[in-house]
C-alpha cells in the first residue's frame, strides 16, 4: 500500500510529465501520461504513457528516455520537492491491453 507522501508524488509527477509532453513533444503524435509510479523512498520514479497513433510509439519513447535530463530540470523549476527521484520512462501496456479488450467486446 502507498504512503501518502507517494500518492502525492506520484499525482505531481504525472500531472507535470504531461505538461513537460505537451511543450517539448514534436506534435506528430498525442502523447498521453497515464501514470507514474514512484518507490517507498521517493528515490525512483516510473513515468507510463501511451502514444497515439502507436506507430511513433518507439520514437516517442526514445525522445524520453533521451530528455530525462531536461524533464528533471523542468521538475526542478515546477515543483518544491527537496530531493528530486531518478526518473525512467515506459509505454502503459496495460492500458494498450485495456483499449484492445473493449475494442474487442464492442465487436
Known amino acids: ?12 509527477l504525472a500531472h ?11 506534435g506528430q503524435s498525442l502523447v498521453t ?7 517507498p523512498d521517493l528515490k525512483n520514479a516510473k513515468i507510463y504513457f501511451t502514444v497515439l497513433p502507436q506507430e511513433f510509439q518507439d520514437k516517442a519513447l526514445a525522445f524520453a528516455k533521451r530528455s530525462r535530463t531536461d524533464f528533471r530540470d523542468f521538475v526542478k523549476g515546477k515543483s ?8 525512467d520512462f515506459e ?8 483499449q484492445r479488450i473493449d475494442e474487442l467486446t464492442r465487436s
Do not use: C, H, W, Y
Open 16 to 26: 507535470l510529465a504531461a505538461d513537460f509532453f505537451a511543450r517539448e513533444s514534436n
Open 91 to 98: 509505454i502503459d501496456f496495460g492500458e494498450l491491453n485495456r
Open 1 to 12: 500500500m502507498a504512503s501518502k507522501r507517494q500518492i502525492q508524488v506520484s499525482e505531481n
Open 33 to 39: 501520461v497515464t501514470r507514474a509510479d514512484v518507490s
Open 80 to 87: 518544491s520537492m527537496k530531493f528530486l527521484p531518478t526518473f
